[in-house]
């Protein structure tokens, strides 16, 4: 009896890790859609509104969803509070504490920070030049994304269940 | 120092501008940050370099140097992180801040098809503190009154950079619109409507379109606005009865304000000249004076803290502009009298 109930255990832990991983996969290149989607409104803000980078950066927390929105609401919030950071500073030490939380990866990382440094820098074309730039990125990013999605979600999800199985039947 | 100012500034600088002795921060007028270069203020007419702990020396050799990162943060702190949303004040060469601070930024220029595109690699910053001086426009006010229509005359004020034209022009409108005229005569008149036409958001230092300056209770501000395009607006949407602007000098003003002096409104202006015969030599000016455009002149002196309001009337002006002018540029007639037998 309770052989069967650690191996139903063992078997349900298995296929959630399974699903688990499989949905860091699909959401990978959701969230970095929603990036691009988010420069793209970044990027009329600076060129139509020209409104303060906080309150655009504000603005984008708001357009996208959780949890990529709180790294933008954070930014915001640092930069509003007006203490003397540079937008480079908070930019930086925001996405690295931070995104661990996404399902994202170094090499979108590495697109944004790069963003970051010029970010509110320097005058509207440039700005919108950078803002390009990096959305050009993201969506190679995005590409290579959801390749490794169509890959390996349906398969992390049978190696979960396969896995959970193995380790049962050795058990028995 | 203003409660807004020392946001501005990042450690160390903004600790040292905080140990200022009292008596240059209570007269602070300028404080200029260059960077690698020391660290100065100007107060009370005067100068003087700061040192390390924010005491004042003479010899800059001491004075504190400003590093590169602390003039990264101020101009982000200045241009609210958006350097982008500022580039018209950039060509302009200064950013005004909350509570009317002007900040003179020195830097490369970035040329467009000749002409000054905006700036880049700004090193320079000179904070122009706003002080509002209440009661300053007492002393000056009853001598523009133009008792017969119950209102003030055309006043031209002219001062060198520095003396505070904008604070007394900011102190007039004040008077004028709550009717603290200052004058036996005027006590029934009651304020008048006055329109501010603030292009370098200095008089009423606009913040989300609401004056942070008191400006009295019949007071319209038009923000930003190009002074000949304000000045037009004002007369024709907002029925001021005094209209105030600051640093006059481009040919449009003065047709702005013959405009505006046709539609039956006061005008309060501001110029920069060391003296009237300069209000003549500037040739916008000349044109405005020697039409008698402006009924009265107001020179602001400053000599240590005191400053000193002199006002002369029209004719007074021409006359006193020509008699000193006569030893130099003799008329005919004067010039034939010398050579008579």
């Known amino acids: ?172 | 120092m203003s409660p807004a100012l020392p946001d501005l500034f990042v450690q160390p600088l903004r600790g040292i501008l905080e140990r200022l002795p009292s008596h240059a921060a209570d007269t602070l007028e300028e404080i200029r940050i260059r960077e690698n270069r020391p660290l100065e203020i100007g107060y009370a007419g005067r100068h003087g370099f700061v040192d390390q702990d924010g005491a004042l020396t003479a010899d800059y050799r001491k004075a504190y140097m400003p590093g590169r990162e602390e003039c990264r943060a101020l101009l982000e702190r200045v241009t609210n992180h958006s350097l982008y949303a500022v580039e018209e004040e950039l060509r302009r060469g200064y950013v005004t801040v909350a509570g009317g601070h002007r900040i003179g930024l020195a830097g490369r220029a970035v040329l467009e098809r000749g002409a000054v595109a905006h700036l880049k690699d700004i090193a320079g910053f000179n904070v122009r503190i706003a002080r509002a001086r209440s009661g300053c426009a007492a002393a000056v006010l009853p001598g523009i009154l133009d008792l017969k229509a119950g209102t003030v005359k055309h006043t031209l004020i002219v001062s060198p950079p520095q003396q505070g034209k904008t604070t007394l022009l900011r102190d007039l409108v004040r008077s004028i619109s709550s009717g603290d005229w200052n004058h036996p005569a005027a006590i029934r008149w009651g304020g008048r409507k006055v329109g501010v036409v603030d292009e370098r958001s200095e008089i009423a230092a606009c913040e989300a379109g609401v004056p942070t300056f008191d400006l009295g209770p019949r007071c319209d501000v038009l923000d930003a606005c190009p002074k000949a395009e304000g000045i037009m607006m004002m007369v024709r949407s907002l029925s001021p009865e005094v209209v105030a602007v600051d640093e006059i000098g481009r040919p449009e003003d003065a047709d702005a304000l013959n405009e505006a002096l046709h539609a039956g409104v006061r005008v309060l202006a501001t110029a920069h000249a060391t003296s009237l015969a300069d209000v003549f030599a500037r040739p916008v000016l000349a044109r405005l004076a020697e039409d008698c455009v402006f009924g009265a002149y107001v020179i602001v002196s400053r000599s240590g803290g005191q400053v000193r309001y002199r006002i002369v009337a029209a004719e007074d002006a021409v006359r006193e502009v020509k008699a000193r002018s006569m030893p130099a540029i003799r008329s005919p007639a004067a010039q034939l009298e010398a050579q008579g037998p």
């Open chain 1, 1 to 172: 009896m309770m052989k069967l109930a650690g191996a139903l255990l063992v078997l349900f832990a298995g296929t959630m890790i399974g699903y688990l991983q499989a949905a860091r996969f699909a959401a990978r290149p959701r969230q970095i859609r929603q990036l691009t989607h988010a420069l793209q409104r970044l990027e009329t803000e600076i060129q139509y509104g020209q409104t303060p980078l906080p309150e655009a950066i504000g603005r984008l927390a708001a357009i996208v969803q959780p949890p990529v929105s709180a790294l933008f609401a954070e930014i915001s919030e640092t930069l509003s509070r007006a203490d003397g950071t540079t937008v480079r500073e908070c930019w930086d030490r925001t996405l690295r504490s931070g995104w661990s939380a996404t399902s994202m990866k170094k090499p979108e990382m590495e697109a944004m920070l790069r963003l970051g440094a010029t970010l509110g820098g320097s005058g509207r074309e440039d700005q919108i030049k950078h803002i390009r730039l990096a959305m050009h990125q993201l969506q190679a990013e995005e590409v290579s994304a959801r390749d490794e999605q169509h890959r390996y979600e349906k398969m992390s999800r049978s190696l979960g269940v396969l896995g959970a199985a193995l380790v049962v039947i050795i058990m028995l």
